[in-house]
């Protein structure tokens, strides 16, 4: 399986970005999907999972702030970005662990299957 993230760029505190995820080499349709992010010189985090039945979850830094969705006809995950905060700049990873649904630990990094390269969302003015 693979996930490859896109949509990643430069944007001014305030504004809004929208990165996307697509899954290649199997179906998600069944999956949790989940985004991480990891700020510069800080640990990866979990920011955000979405369940194979929609239900989702959120980091407490981005809620009210962020919204995720999926697609699963054409295998996409997207992260709706808003009133971004030089807080949120990083790395940004899609992943999933293989699992139906996001649960509370849905952010524990040991349960990941794939991984996702990156995509570089970079916060400032």
């Known amino acids: 399986g693979a996930l490859v993230e896109s949509g990643g760029g430069l944007v001014a505190p305030g504004g809004s970005l929208r990165l996307s995820c697509e899954a290649s080499d199997f179906t998600p349709d069944y999956y949790a999907l989940m985004w991480f992010g990891q700020a510069p010189g800080k640990e990866r985090e979990g920011v955000s999972c979405?369940?194979?039945?929609?239900?989702?979850g959120y980091a407490y830094s981005v809620k009210d702030r962020f919204t995720i969705s999926r697609d699963n006809q054409r295998k996409m995950m997207y992260l709706q970005m808003k009133n971004l905060k030089l807080e949120d700049a990083g790395v940004y990873y899609c992943?999933?662990?293989?699992?139906?649904?996001?649960?509370?630990?849905?952010?524990?990094?040991?349960?990941?299957?794939?991984w996702g390269e990156g995509a570089l969302v970079t916060v400032s003015s």
């Open positions: 992943a999933t662990a293989m699992r139906r649904f996001c649960g509370e630990t849905w952010d524990a990094q040991d349960n990941i299957k794939y």
């Open positions: 979405i369940s194979s039945t929609m239900g989702n």
